[in-house]
C-alpha cells in the first residue's frame, strides 16, 4: 500500500505542483487571507495542480514507456495508467469543490486554469501553441486569490501579464530536459521548434519583462524592497544570458531562470494590495 501510494504521489508531478501550491499561498498572505481561508486557497490550488500532474502522468504513460522514463511510476509499471487516470478526475472535482467555497469568481479563475493544463495534456503540448496553456493558466494563477478575497477585486493588468509571462517560461523550463525524448515520441511544442538555446533566451527575456512588470507595476517610487528584487532578477537574466549565448544549455541555467522565476514570485507576495485593481 505505502509503495502505491508513494509512486501515486510522484506521479503527480510533485515538485511543481507544491510551487505553484506555495506561490498561490504567497499571493493570500500577501493579500491579508485569514488563517482558514489561506487553507482553503492553497488546499483549492494544491488539488487543481494533482489533477493535472495525475492526467500527464495517464495520459503520456504509453508514450514514457515507450523512451524508458524512469521517473515516471506509470511508465514504469508501479502503479496502473487507470488508478492515475481516477486519481486525476477525483482531485478535478475536489478542486472545484473547495475553490467554490471562495466564491464564483475564484470558481471560474481556477477553473479555467485546470482546463489550460488539462488541455496541453489533450495534446496543446505537440503544437506550435503549446506555450498558450502555460500563459493563461499561470496568467489567472492571481486572479484565484484576488477573486477568492472576502471582497473580491480583479488583479491589475500588470499583475496578469507578469502571470503570464512566468508562465512561458516556466513551460520552456520544463520541456527543455525533455527536448530529446519528446523527439522520439512526436512531441513538436513551440520549444522543440525554436531549439534549446533560442528558447533559453526567450525564457529569459519573459523573465526579464516580468521582473519589470512587478516591480514598477505597484507604482512609483519603486519600493525599496521591490528594487533589490528587481536587481537580483535581472542579475540572473544577465548572467543566464550570457552563459547561454558561451555554451548549450545547462542545469545550472535551468536553476537560473528558476530562481529569478522565484524572485518574482516573492516580489508578487510583497506587492500586497497593490496586486489589485484600485
Not at 501515486?8 to 510551487?19: C, E, K
Not at 523512451?67 to 515516471?72: G, I, L, P, Y
Request: proline share 6%; aromatic share 6%.
Amino acid at each position: 500500500m505505502a509503495t502505491r501510494a508513494t509512486s501515486l504521489l510522484l506521479a503527480s508531478h510533485p515538485g511543481p505542483t507544491l510551487v505553484v501550491t506555495a506561490i498561490s499561498a504567497g499571493l493570500g498572505l500577501g493579500l491579508g487571507y485569514p488563517p482558514g481561508r489561506l487553507v482553503l486557497l492553497a488546499l483549492a490550488v494544491l488539488l487543481g495542480q494533482l489533477s493535472i500532474g495525475w492526467s500527464n502522468d495517464w495520459l503520456d504513460a504509453a508514450r514514457d514507456r515507450a523512451v524508458s522514463r524512469a521517473d515516471k511510476p506509470a511508465a514504469r509499471g508501479d502503479i496502473s495508467p487507470t488508478v492515475v487516470r481516477a486519481s486525476a478526475f477525483i482531485a478535478l472535482a475536489l478542486a472545484l469543490a473547495v475553490t467554490a467555497i471562495l466564491g464564483p469568481g475564484a470558481l471560474l479563475a481556477h477553473l479555467i486554469a485546470i482546463a489550460g493544463g488539462w488541455a496541453y495534456n489533450l495534446g496543446l503540448k505537440s503544437t506550435v501553441w503549446s506555450f498558450v496553456p502555460f500563459a493563461v493558466s499561470f496568467g489567472l494563477l492571481p486572479a484565484i486569490a484576488t477573486l477568492g478575497q472576502e471582497t473580491p477585486a480583479w488583479p491589475a493588468p500588470w499583475v496578469l501579464a507578469a502571470g503570464a509571462l512566468l508562465g512561458v517560461a516556466a513551460h520552456i523550463t520544463n520541456v527543455l530536459p525533455d527536448l530529446a525524448d519528446d523527439a522520439e515520441t512526436g512531441i513538436r511544442g513551440l520549444p522543440h521548434r525554436l531549439g534549446a538555446r533560442r528558447s533559453g533566451l526567450a525564457a529569459f527575456a519573459c523573465l526579464a519583462v516580468a521582473t519589470a512588470l512587478v516591480a514598477f507595476g505597484p507604482g512609483w517610487p519603486v519600493r525599496p524592497v521591490l528594487m533589490v528584487g528587481l536587481l537580483l532578477g535581472l542579475a540572473a537574466v544577465v548572467l543566464g544570458v550570457v552563459l547561454l549565448l558561451r555554451r548549450s544549455p545547462t542545469r545550472l541555467l535551468m536553476q537560473l531562470i528558476m530562481t529569478c522565476a522565484l524572485i518574482d514570485v516573492v516580489m508578487l507576495a510583497l506587492a500586497g494590495q497593490s496586486v489589485v485593481t484600485a
